[in-house]
């Protein structure tokens, strides 16, 4: 499911791992090691959501799936398990998904040039800070 979302999200960035390196690396590392939560619908994963403390580390969907709340569900998840707030890093190309989180409140800080990541993709850092509010 991953692998359809990244194609169906990014087409234009270069995915830097193979099929089987994604595959390890989800059953070596982010399962075991990080909050993993999928969304499942009969016998079909049709969404999946990391959590590495504060930092939203992924959030795919099946591209059937988009536009249909799942991904609210997933960030109302997130921000119940992070309350004091969220980061998380979008390529700067998937505009659909800077739109989504900054309706979740999410404000861009920081932009980079790509170097720091595997794809070597422009990327955009996001902060999602609870509002407080005066007693």
Known sequence: ???????????????????YEIRDWFSRV????????????????????????AELKQLYLAPAWRGRGLGNRFMDLAK???????TLWAF?????????YERHGFTAVERTDGRRNDEH???????WQPSTHPS
Not at 5 to 11: C, G, I, Q, R, V
Not at 121 to 127: A, Q, S
Request: charged share 15%.
């Open 92 to 100: 700067q190309v998937n505009t659909s998904a800077q739109r989504f």
């Open 30 to 53: 982010l399962v075991p090691q990080y909050q993993t939560w999928i969304a499942v619908t009969t016998d079909t994963v049709v969404g999946v959501m990391v959590l590495k403390g």
């Open 80 to 86: 119940r398990q992070q309350p004091d707030g969220l």
């Open 121 to 127: 993709e422009p990327d955009v850092r996001y902060i």
């Open 1 to 19: 499911m991953w692998l359809r979302s990244f194609a169906a999200s990014l087409p234009s960035v270069r995915c830097a791992h193979t099929d």
